[in-house]
């Protein structure tokens, strides 16, 4: 079993940057990702990553949003600049085991409680 908690969310203005982060209970070989959520919407993709650093995002946050990780430190994180109101969602930090990337979230096994980004205009 592994424990997510993720740290960073809050409020910012259009157009300024914030960096979440997200901590991992113990080492694992595992793809980790963001997603995030919208009210009335569905969870939708973000970004991840996986144990040797490959990493794959969402097209409306391409050049906007860069995903890490440490793995020594067994932390992920996503710097996220040049925000806009539609990034305002809850941000889930999620992994998987195995080095295949999905951006669909049935099929990431471990999940973080979420926290709240909001981007006023």
């Known amino acids: 079993q592994v424990q997510l908690v993720e740290s960073g969310g809050g409020l910012v203005q259009a157009g300024g940057s914030l960096r979440l982060s997200c901590a991992a209970s113990r080492r694992t070989s595992t793809t980790m990702a963001w997603f995030r959520q919208a009210p009335g919407k569905e969870r939708e993709f973000v970004a991840a990553?996986?144990?040797?650093?490959?990493?794959q995002y969402e097209d409306s946050v391409k050049g906007r949003f860069t995903i890490s990780r440490d793995n020594a430190k067994n932390t992920v994180s996503l710097q996220m600049s040049g925000m806009k109101p539609d990034d305002t969602a809850v941000y889930f930090c999620?992994?998987?085991?195995?080095?295949?990337?999905?951006?669909?979230?049935?099929?990431?096994?471990?999940w973080g409680q979420g926290t709240q980004v909001t981007v006023s205009s």
């Open positions: 990553v996986t144990w040797s650093g490959t990493t």
């Open positions: 999620t992994a998987r085991a195995g080095s295949a990337i999905f951006t669909t979230p049935g099929n990431y096994e471990y």
